[in-house]
């Protein structure tokens, strides 16, 4: 029985390896419980042949992850033993259907790359649904990479201090920054209203600014990443 609370977006293999992935949207009738993001579309990009925790331990996650720094050190955010588990299991047991409609996605907001990177989803995919969606948010840890660029237009480039976002802005991105705990964010950087320090004060489906095109947004490195981070800068 398909489960209308989810799609398939693509399928197909990794332009990082070439492994086999998947990318799911989810959120078309149950509302997402992340308070940070509030309710959106959540779009999981996941290896379709390991269950997503495993992946992400194995270092076989790199087919979604790329040169992402949270990979390398361990200390993503997203919990992949959690939603990204149990949508790759509703996967697995060929409950969600492939998405028979763009339209589906009007009037709705999207995450682009709830867990996985979205530069590993065709560009196309990704302006299909943006074409009917309202706001969105997304970011990339590939922009360096030079067949990445097109994204500029609706990713934000994730940025890990400041030689990150001096690179990413040279290269006319517009970055999520994230900076060591107690660090000031550089000039023109705004302080993301979610964040801690801001009193979490709104969440991504109320603010939408990390769409690509509206600025420079910015946060302190919080949780496991903050000691490592201390370290790499
Ligand atoms: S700046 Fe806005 S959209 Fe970006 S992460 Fe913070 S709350 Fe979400």
Redesign the pocket.
Known sequence: MPNPNGYILWEGPSPIDGAPIVCIATGFTESSGNGKTGSMIQTWILRTDIPPHHAYKSGEGISVCGGCWHFAQKTCYVLWYKAPLSVWQCYKRGNYAPLPDYALFSGRQLRIGSAGDPYCVPEPVWRSCLAHSDEH?GYTAQWRRPDAAPLRDFLQASCHGFRDYLEATTHGWNP?LVVPAGESLPEGVTL???STEAGHA???SA????DGSTGA?GIHAHGTAASRFALRN
């Not at 603010?207 to 990390?210: D, L, V």
């Open positions: 948010t999520y993301c209203p979610a709104t969440t991504c603010c939408h600014a990390c947004y």
